[in-house]
């Protein structure tokens, strides 16, 4: 009863979540608050397609440009900034929505996980990153894939972060990370909220993949992970492990051409999106949104999705803004 209404928009990468959002934002009194591991990070803005500020046609939008790329961000600091950014949000009389396609992330917020860990001797932690720096991260992820398979489906290798913390776990209390997770997505959300997915058809959305890191670099993404490089930001920090840095500071490094760059930006885009999509559809009480199915227009997409929320999110047309 009388919980706080909650909106997460989320989908694959290139899936047109931000022009999606400024629509859903204006038709309910909404600000967004980016679930994105890139974009919170100023000074990178071409490789994380950033959203610019004339694209956010006033709709006020919380963790995005609010650290530096030497900072940490992972999911447990994600949480307390949305959380902090809900409560002002909450007491403006708006709703937030929560866009990007971090689904941990999301999951963190929607399930309200506890992250809590008791105080506790890091040699371990440190133990599996020498192993990972000396062995390579696939080696590690090889570690993982022995105690909790199902965790090594779901972990990219490249988190090495996640992988270790997976390990760590097991490490200190016996139990899987997967099923602990597992536990945590079954509890009952403390907010009424939409879970709404954007998808596209597959090849579609591979081709917008393309066109994106085309555009990427016709932008200046050289250009901007080369200034980065040279204020000392080096590829062994999260964020410039992200897609598009890791690939062009191996080109900047001498460590193959730019043509294999690009390959590898759209390569691991394309299976970032797949590994997206799957992730969702583990998902429960999500609503996909088909682009396809709504003719590629923003209008009948809106639509789409204000039909679901109709006589629980007040809204009365696209330009006005209204509180609940």
């Known amino acids: 009863m009388n919980k706080k209404k909650l909106i997460i928009l989320t989908g694959p990468t290139a899936a047109g979540k931000t022009a999606a959002s400024i629509g859903l934002a204006k038709a309910v009194g909404g600000e967004i608050i980016s679930a994105d591991s890139m974009q ?13 500020k004339e694209e956010m046609q006033g709709v006020p939008h919380h963790l995005i440009d609010v650290l530096y790329p030497d900072e940490p961000f992972h999911v447990v600091r994600f ?13 403006n009389g708006r ?16 399930y309200d996980i506890d992250f809590t860990e008791q105080e506790h001797d890091d040699s371990y932690r440190k133990e599996l990153a020498a192993f990972a720096e000396k062995k390579g991260a696939e080696a590690l992820h090889d570690k993982l894939k022995e105690v909790d398979p199902k965790a090594a489906e779901q972990i990219h290798f490249h988190n090495v972060k996640r992988v270790i913390r997976a ?8 139990l899987l990370i997967s099923q602990h997770n597992e536990r945590e997505r079954m509890k009952e959300s403390p907010y009424d909220f939409f879970y709404f997915v954007l998808n596209d058809d597959r090849e579609r959305l591979y081709e917008r993949i393309n066109y994106r890191v085309d555009q990427m670099l016709s932008e200046g993404l050289e250009k901007e992970v ?11 920090m999260v964020s410039m492990q992200g897609l598009g840095y890791k690939e062009m500071l191996d080109y900047l490094d001498g460590e193959c051409s730019l043509e294999t760059a690009v390959y590898r930006i759209k390569r691991d885009t394309r299976h970032f999106a ?7 559809k583990r998902e429960k009480d999500v609503i996909w949104i088909d682009k396809k199915a709504c003719d590629y227009d923003e209008n009948k997409i809106l639509n789409t999705m204000l039909t679901y929320m109709e006589g629980v999110i007040c809204y009365r047309d696209y330009s006005e803004v209204r509180n609940f």
Do not use: C
């Open 79 to 91: 949480q307390q900034m949305a959380k902090a950014a809900m409560e002002r949000i909450y007491a």
């Open 274 to 280: 797949k590994r997206q999509i799957t992730w969702f």
């Open 40 to 52: 919170v990070y100023k000074e990178m803005d071409i490789g994380s397609a950033k959203i610019k």
């Open 167 to 174: 390990l760590e776990f097991y490490h200190q209390s016996g």
């Open 226 to 236: 080369l200034a980065l490089k040279n204020k000392g930001y080096t590829k062994d």
């Open 95 to 110: 709703v937030p929505i929560i866009v990007g396609g971090t689904g941990f992330y999301i999951q963190a917020i929607l």
